[in-house]
């Protein structure tokens, strides 16, 4: 049975910084694209940031570009997103997902991913 689990969200000021943490189980995470999207209420889920399989391609959507940084540990079975420079507008209920195994492109759009976690809530004050 596959499982990922998100942690670390919270409450945080403007300007300050999370690191979400995703700890999957049941599938060969080192062969699964890892994403990061996020669903803040009354608003479609919108894709934040995606790690390749091999661990040497990210990319970011342009609202956290420069802010956001997506990292995995294989040998954890983790992916991370540091969060720095938070701002009120990044308030939302973050997801991680995997896509794969082996897949050849990377997709923004949450329709292809295979797995899901159940999210964790991030919350930035003004």
């Known amino acids: 049975q596959v499982q990922l689990v998100e942690s670390g969200g919270g409450l945080v000021q403007a300007g300050g910084s999370l690191r979400l943490s995703c700890a999957t189980s049941?599938?060969?995470?080192?062969?699964?694209?890892m994403g990061w999207f996020r669903q803040a209420p009354g608003k479609a889920r919108e894709f934040v940031a995606i790690?390749?399989?091999?661990?040497?391609?990210?990319y970011y959507a342009d609202s956290v570009k420069g802010r956001f940084t997506i990292f995995r540990d294989n040998a954890k079975n983790t992916v991370y997103l540091q969060m720095n420079s938070l701002k009120p507008e990044d308030t939302a209920v973050y997801y991680c997902?995997?896509?794969?195994?082996?897949?050849?492109?990377?997709?923004?759009?949450?329709?292809?991913?295979?797995?899901w976690g159940q999210g964790t809530q991030v919350t930035v004050s003004s």
């Open positions: 790690i390749w399989w091999t661990g040497g391609n990210t």
């Open positions: 997902a995997a896509d794969g195994p082996y897949e050849s492109t990377w997709s923004p759009h949450s329709q292809e991913y295979d797995y």
């Open positions: 049941g599938l060969t995470f080192s062969a699964y694209a």
